[in-house]
């Protein structure tokens, strides 16, 4: 038998269907409701900026609910104008209008100035269930986001299948992959808007490569429904996107620490003994993974006690000596009837898994041998499935990672299970019912992560959880940290990598990361780190590879390569107060840490493209609003390139100086139609990563500590990269409770202009009730140079100002002064 979703079946819009004219437009307070024969369409507005279009077979809209779009969101609305002629039917907000002729209802959506954001090249095309949305394709528009696809960052020209699946060695053309996040981000000109099509069953997205001048999207069955999300900008349209389905929350601090892992760490003594190399040679790190070997038999919640004869007091040593212990949890369960194995007992006991058609439970077989699958689509399995962590947080693991989740099965054709087998929905804001899993696939990773997270929450309600899943769905960042997988240690991958991550980003996952020096293979030498030096500017850093590859820690190759390798790991720690502002400012808005240079400067280029596109720029990224990391686009090779810069002023991170701009002949053989603002040439070096900081950024720094749990010992560095004005800003609290929610943290901004009189530095007041680690504060001020060597406080007394030391640097001047918490205004002359 086939189980069917509940969502109406819609009709072939044919002659008598949608491709006649409406018999019936009604205005409604938020939209427009259109009639067609037994069908409907309904176009809402949730806020002036974010539109809603469904489409349904009879008069009743179906039932309203959605694995990824938040109730409050999904229910919002806003008052809007209607606009109704003899030829059209529409409405607008404060910031969209929306046109849909009455004979071809094709719908456009422009912005208030008459842009054109968003028009229908035809109507929805329907086969059976099947159906496809057509939008026209401007030629200079482009289009980002889908979640970690391979290939470039611009999805223009490109066609991708959405279906979580395991896509061991992929590669540039692989697809699909790990995760189905149906949300996009088109670009035009400086104007952004996001398509959430909020679909479960498998769906497709082309952006011209069958038909040029057109893009598409659908679904093999389930509902039309998507939405419509305006920036103008870039990052509007992502916190906009996080409005509609959740922000990523703020991660412990010891997650953004230097991960190691591979595939497996066994025996107990050979995981101690990567603990101690790493505090032994001084390279600072925060955890070490378990992959599924440390379990017996490959159980999931189990460990070897062979391997591991003290578990718990191995944990107690690592834990003694800073570490933070990740374990491996698939979520399949091995099928172990009477033997005493309590996750399959109890999960029999409380009917908590997956059933075939006839009511019998599905068997599959994974790492343990034959397994069952836990029904995530119930909040009952979901809660029992968190508790059987209890174990192994009481003993003191730290964090857990998901893995084979998309569902993975092996020796099956599809490489997953059957489309039969039966979901039983039984879920708040759902009605219940039973669903194939040709309708939960796509989300059943996401609420395996989501039982996780939610699981551990509730087993120790003030320790904020880390999970690391490999498969999710639109919305999935509420539950944790992704990767991209398993990729392979060659240089194409370290590559794929940036874009991958960029559109991870662009899609809601800002805390994710790539398996360093790369999963599949043996990486070489240069490969590792080179890798290792770029991954230090990325989100998550996690070394990792698989069984039966060379040895892939920080010290393989010789003292050299480990010396460079240990220099970008530390100065990954001392930008530590940055990466940690970066994951709280995305816990409240949704911007990811890691971005694209068009976010932070989508009118950068003349012509209005994103410079991202560009070849020159195509290996960039940018760490928050301030970093640009440049590796060269093609690694391995030993020739020089351009690095492409979004603004003309910037800051070369490692000496300071101020980039100088080319001479403009260098520039007259470039036939460039829209050249950047400023460019520059590179010569690669193994030992060299080309990062650079924006003009008018004051990054804050902490002296080196080996792990996030140690105390910084000494002054907080504020590195000023002089502009005509500037700005920073900096978040600490615990770095590990909820504590933060209820005051117990600490903000501070920063701030400085050049005036004629010198440079005015404002450091601010600690907002928040957490106590700072420093008493000290050193300002390096680099770019400006001061006509008096002076410096005076200018708030601390009311009848004069109170001299400090000025000292001189290499490129700038340095002055230290005490922090009692209360603000400092400081003249530099």
Known sequence: MRIRSSWPLVVAFCTIGLFAQPNRVTSLPNGIDIRIADAREQITALRDDLLRVRIVR????PEDASWAVLPDARTSSVTVAPEMTSTSAGFHTNALRVVVDRKTLRMTVFDRAGNVLSEDARRVQLDGPAFRFYKTMPVDEHYFGLGDKTGPLDRRNQAFS???????RFQESTDPIYKAIPFFMTFRAGRAMGVLFDNTWRSSFDFGKTEPGVYSFGAVDGPLNYYLVYGPSPGQVLESYAWLTGKPPLPPLWVLGFQQSRYTYYPQSRVLEIAHRLRADHIPADAIYLDIDFQDKRFPFTVDCKKFPDFSGMLAQLKAENFHVVTITDLH???????????????MAGD??????????????????PSVFPDFTRQQTRAWFGNLYWDFYQQGVSGFWDDMNEPSIFHTVSGTMPLDVVHRIDEPGFAKRTASHAEIHNVYGMQNARATFEGLKKLNPDLRPMVLTRASYAGGQRYGATWTGDNSSTWNHLRLTTPMLENLGLSGFGLSGADVGGFAGTASVELLTKWLEVAAFQPIDRDHTETGTGDQEPWVGGAEQEAIRRHYIEERYRLMPYLYHLADESSRTGLPMLRPLFLEFPNAMADGHPIDV????????????????APSPYPEAPDAYAVEFPSR???????GVKVTPPPAAANTSLQVVSPPPLSIQVQPELAKLPVYVRSGSILPMEPLVQSTTEIPDGPLTLRVYTGSSCSGDLYLDDGKSYAFEHGDSLRMH?????TPDGLELSIGAHQGRYAAWWKQIRVEVLGWTPRQNKVLVTNHSPDRSTPLT??????????SVADDGKGIELQLQ
Do not use: H, R
């Open 806 to 815: 000025m000292e001189n640097l290499s490129q700038g001047v340095l002055v």
């Open 162 to 168: 959405l279906w979580n699946t395991d896509a061991y």
């Open 58 to 61: 009879g008069g009743a809209l």
């Open 649 to 655: 002023d910037w800051y070369d991170y490692w000496t």
């Open 352 to 369: 908590q898994f997956l059933k075939n058609p006839d009511g019998s439970v599905y068997v599959g077989e994974v790492w343990p041998g």
């Open 614 to 629: 560009d070849p020159g720029a195509a290996a960039e990224f940018m760490l928050g609003p301030d970093l640009l990391i």
């Open 333 to 347: 369960i091995a099928d172990a009837p009477q033997q005493k194995y309590l996750p399959y007992d109890s999960g």
């Open 750 to 754: 920063f701030s400085c202009k050049v």
